[in-house]
């Protein structure tokens, strides 16, 4: 149990084009999702907090209108990133939070992404 | 401020113990993870912490101080297999700012040799 897809597993995109990501939770409901990034060798930096009909809440020196998110069910949340630059390059992790499950986040297996 | 220590890296012989230490100093303090991150790879969830004291699970325990802020992931009869990055994560207490979000730590790159 706990599982939870993203996709696209990796994605390579021209610098201006939007990159939508999608996390699903498959066997359970996630009340809460969380978007991260990370860079090579290092760790995970969270970018912000989606709750399942609400508007998502953003990390300090999040963009929101770069990167949209929207949660638009109890198993899935998606991430857009808009405009997308070479510097928007990195591996985006989401995870879920099954309320009924304790505190504990699963994570997805993450997108890559390469903006030329 | 919010902070959270681990060493960047260990290195250890197959078979050997490792001992994963992390401290932090963060307000709103509800419990620690630790996660195992391979290369390339999402990070898969090892254990959680909330009460002081010994979590054993396998080849692996956590122990969690609240008072000292302190805690250490013990890695015992180490695979090769092993190798990879632990990350110690805080959780904060469930508030309309917080959510129950994670603050990681940079992670401690575990290295081990034959």
């Known amino acids: 149990g706990a599982v939870v897809s993203q996709h696209p597993s990796r994605v390579i995109c021209k610098s201006g084009t939007s990159v939508k990501i999608e996390c699903r939770s498959l066997?359970?409901?996630?009340?809460?999702m969380f978007w991260y990034r990370q860079f090579p060798k290092q760790s995970l930096m969270l970018m912000a907090t989606?709750?399942?009909?609400?508007?998502?809440?953003?990390e300090q020196g999040v963009e929101k209108d770069k990167f949209l998110i929207n949660h638009a069910s109890l198993t899935l949340s998606t991430l857009t990133v808009t405009s997308a630059h070479p510097e928007d390059s990195s591996f985006y992790i989401c995870?879920?939070?099954?309320?009924?499950?304790?505190?504990?986040?699963?994570f997805g297996p993450g997108t890559r992404l390469l903006v030329l | 401020g919010q902070n959270i220590d681990q060493p960047t890296e260990m290195t250890a012989t197959e078979g050997a113990i490792v001992q994963i230490n992390c401290t932090y100093q963060?307000?709103?303090?509800?419990?620690l993870f630790w996660y195992q991150q391979h290369a390339g790879e999402a990070p898969t969830f090892l254990s959680y912490?909330?009460?002081?004291g010994l979590e054993e699970k396998g080849r692996f325990s956590s122990f969690l101080s609240r008072s000292k802020g302190y805690s250490y992931l013990l890695l015992k009869e180490l695979q090769m297999k092993d190798s990879a990055s632990y990350l110690c994560?805080?959780?904060?207490?469930?508030?309309?700012?917080?959510?129950?979000?994670?603050?990681f730590g940079a992670g401690t790159q575990v290295v081990v040799t034959p």
């Open positions: 994560a805080v959780s904060h207490f469930m508030t309309t700012d917080s959510w129950g979000k994670l603050q």
């Open positions: 912490n909330v009460l002081d």
């Open positions: 963060t307000s709103g303090f509800n419990g």
């Open positions: 989606s709750n399942e009909g609400s508007k998502a809440t953003y």
């Open positions: 066997d359970f409901q996630a009340t809460t």
């Open positions: 995870s879920a939070r099954d309320s009924e499950r304790g505190e504990t986040q699963y």
